[in-house]
């Protein structure tokens, strides 16, 4: 098995069910309420770990109660944050979330920590960092700081799966640098500068491809997803289940997806797996209280191709 690195943000997530929205100036009663773990980087690499990964997680943290709980949380799940690191004065990220009935959620971050992640600090872990053969990132850090760690991957051959969210344009010389960019339908629309009503979802894949990245995932929610390289075309159905929150499913897909490529598996096995990973997440409450493991996973595609 390959070795995964993921750097990225981490969050205490504070989430209210609701059952619509709140409009501007509007004081509603929400459903119910939770805390509990999150942020892209963090939410990635616990999936990729309970998944099945060998996983080490860079991110960082301030010194307050939320960074010592979420040290002690990752330690308790045997996720390796030993690499992480400690800002002082400043408090750890946090995440305003609104869940309406439908599942579909509302996010406000305050980076806090996430924000002193440093191209510096990179360079001084960069050959820890070597020993990974994928290194996973999403947007929720410095922008310079994914720029610098992509520039590092590519100089030493290194896989690089980049999940651009939240949306950013990227430049070109970076994007040549991503192995598999995972994207939703606004992160695409956004790199690409192309809107998928216009030239449709394979129009937009082509030319993110055209752009110069190797491998091309578009997800797209209860559609499934596409996947496209200079290889392979596959476009993989989403799975049927109830939603309750879909908060996390995309850093599920994207954890998941790295964990199954690390095991040797093929595109066509990695993608089912992953999507089976983001379908089960949807069926609960939270980020990563709803990261299901490697054995719920494999329970739910037998049970899936038994109904077949
Ligand atoms: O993708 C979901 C995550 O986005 C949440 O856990 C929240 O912390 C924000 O980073």
């Known amino acids: 098995m390959s070795k995964i690195v993921v750097i990225g943000s981490s969050n205490t997530d504070l ?18 309420y939770l805390q509990a773990m999150g942020g892209k980087g963090a939410n990635q690499a616990l999936a990729a770990h309970r998944l099945g990964g060998d996983v080490k997680f860079i991110t960082s943290l301030g010194k307050d109660s939320n960074g010592i709980n979420s040290l002690e949380y990752f330690k308790k799940e045997g996720l390796d944050t030993s690499l992480s690191y400690i800002a002082e004065g400043i408090p750890s990220g946090v995440a305003m979330i609104w869940v309406d009935k439908k599942g579909e959620n509302s996010i406000v971050i305050i980076p806090g920590a996430n924000d002193e992640l440093s191209s510096g600090y990179i360079h001084e872990i960069e050959k820890e960092i070597l020993e990974a053969d994928l290194i996973v990132l999403q947007m929720e850090i410095p922008y310079n700081t994914v720029k610098t760690v992509c520039n590092i991957a590519y100089e030493n051959n290194k896989r690089v799966l980049l999940n651009v969210a939240p949306a950013k344009k990227l430049d070109t010389d970076i994007i040549q640098k991503i192995d598999i960019l995972v994207v939703n339908e606004t992160e695409a629309e956004t790199i690409s500068g192309e809107i998928i ?32 390289n200079d290889q392979i075309y596959l476009q993989i159905p989403a799975f049927m289940v109830d939603t309750v929150d879909t908060t996390g499913a995309g850093d599920t897909f994207c954890g998941a997806l790295a964990a ?17 990973a983001a379908a089960i997440c949807v069926t609960r409450m939270g980020a990563q209280p709803s990261i299901p493991t490697e054995t719920e996973v494999r329970i739910f595609l037998k049970n899936i191709t038994i109904a077949h």
């Open 15 to 32: 989430i209210a069910k609701v059952q619509e929205f709140p409009k501007a100036g509007e004081t509603i009663k929400g459903v119910s």
């Open 197 to 228: 009503e216009h030239i449709g979802e394979d129009g937009v894949v082509d030319k993110l491809l055209a752009l110069g990245v190797k491998t091309v995932v578009l997800t797209l929610g209860k559609r499934g997803c596409i996947l496209k």
């Open 260 to 276: 199954e490529l690390s095991k040797g598996h093929g595109w066509n096995e990695a993608l089912k797996f992953a999507s089976a």
